[in-house]
T-cell receptor, first 112, second 116 residues
Framework: DAKTTQPPSMDCAEGRAANLPCNHSTISGNEYVYWYRQIHSQGPQYIIHGLKNNETNEMASLIITEDRKSSTLILPHATLRDTAVYYCIVRVQTGGSYIPTFGRGTSLIVHP | DAGVIQSPRHEVTEMGQEVTLRCKPISGHDYLFWYRQTMMRGLELLIYFNNNVPIDDSGMPEDRFSAKMPNASFSTLKIQPSEPRDSAVYFC??????????????FGPGTRLTVL
């Protein structure tokens, strides 16, 4: 099963891009990379996912390296409300179903 | 849709008491998950259901914990008897499963349980 490695914490200035890295060197060819975030005292919230192509939505962009061993979540213009714990997840197959396993994530602090 | 609904939002109880947490998933979702979050262990998957059937309960810590899903719109997580180490935030989540198993999980607001 693929595991992920993320830095425990990062900080970013408001209005600047936040680039959150994730290593998943043992990822399999059919495993997706998902990103969730958890704002204090709330449940985790889905951000974006991808397989091998770069993806963009209204919240963020996901850049996956060609060898798929790492990825970067980009918040193009971070705001104070983006302060949260960000989880990079590779779906893990359990009993025939694909269930995400949440690690410790990266605590992102956006400062004024 | 109101999203995933959990009740109660906060529960304070004494050691040895029975605790029941409730969850209403998003209508039409066929997967339901129960998670527990603590500072020490992070976010842990306890059990999940597919079409009301428990699929994997390997994350349930011990026999004091049990979960049921009597129908597609309701699930419970019960702790009997409760212990102080069960204090945590319990999240319920639901999702669809697409043909290629791509999906996102929608989480409820959580129930903060304190066992004295």
């Amino acid at each position: 099963d693929a595991k992920t490695t993320q830095p425990p914490s990062m900080d970013c200035a408001e209005g600047r891009a936040a680039n959150l890295p994730c290593n998943h060197s043992t990822i399999s060819g059919n495993e997706y990379v998902y990103w969730y975030r958890q704002i204090h005292s709330q449940g985790p919230q889905y951000i974006i996912h991808g397989l091998k192509n770069n993806e963009t939505n209204e919240m963020a962009s996901l850049i996956i390296t060609e060898d798929r061993k790492s990825s970067t979540l980009i918040l193009p213009h971070a705001t104070l409300r983006d302060t949260a714990v960000y989880y990079c997840i590779v779906r893990v197959q359990t009993g025939g179903s694909y269930i995400p396993t949440f690690g410790r994530g990266t605590s992102l602090i956006v400062h004024p | 849709d109101a999203g995933v609904i959990q009740s109660p939002r906060h529960e304070v109880t004494e050691m040895g008491q029975e605790v029941t947490l409730r969850c209403k998933p998003i209508s039409g979702h066929d997967y339901l998950f129960w998670y527990r979050q603590t500072m020490m262990r992070g976010l842990e998957l306890l059990i999940y259901f597919n079409n009301n059937v428990p699929i994997d309960d390997s994350g349930m810590p011990e026999d004091r914990f049990s979960a049921k899903m009597p129908n597609a719109s309701f699930s419970t997580l019960k702790i009997q008897p409760s212990e102080p180490r069960d204090s945590a935030v319990y999240f319920c989540a639901s999702s669809l499963a697409g043909a290629d198993l791509r999906y996102e999980q929608f989480f409820g607001p959580g129930t903060r349980l304190t066992v004295l």
